[in-house]
């Protein structure tokens, strides 16, 4: 399944964004949604992640400022980021896996996810 993402741009430290994810042409989200994202030069790291029921899980680095949710009568996730920092920037990806995961570490792992979106660039200047 092929997932779009947007939303992404260019602002300030200290501003706020939303991401959108969304899956053109289907009629229900996977169970699992995650958001992960590549700075240049470095690993592709998760970011957050939303169960079916709603569960959210999130990075240390995000905790307290971005939250991610899903409006599935829209078939859209969403991935907000308050105050964001120059260190968030990087491209930003939505995935999504079919699965109903029971254990916490696998919401954070990138091949948990079968589906990804092409990618958003975010980028936050100081």
């Known amino acids: 399944v092929q997932l779009q993402a947007s939303g992404g741009g260019l602002v300030q430290a200290g501003e706020s964004l939303r991401l959108s994810c969304g899956a053109p042409?289907?009629?229900?989200?996977?169970?699992?949604m995650g958001w992960f994202r590549q700075a240049p030069g470095k690993e592709r790291e998760f970011v957050a992640a939303?169960?079916?029921?709603?569960?959210?899980y999130y990075a240390d680095s995000v905790q307290g400022r971005f939250t991610v949710s899903r409006d599935n009568s829209k078939n859209t996730v969403y991935l907000q980021m308050n105050n964001v920092k120059p260190e968030d920037t990087a491209v930003y990806y939505c995935a999504g896996s079919p699965r109903i995961y029971t254990k916490r570490n696998s919401y954070y792992q990138s091949s948990s996810y079968a589906s990804w979106g092409q990618g958003t660039q975010v980028t936050v200047s100081s």
């Open positions: 939303v169960a079916h029921s709603g569960g959210e």
């Open positions: 042409g289907r009629t229900l989200l996977s169970n699992t």
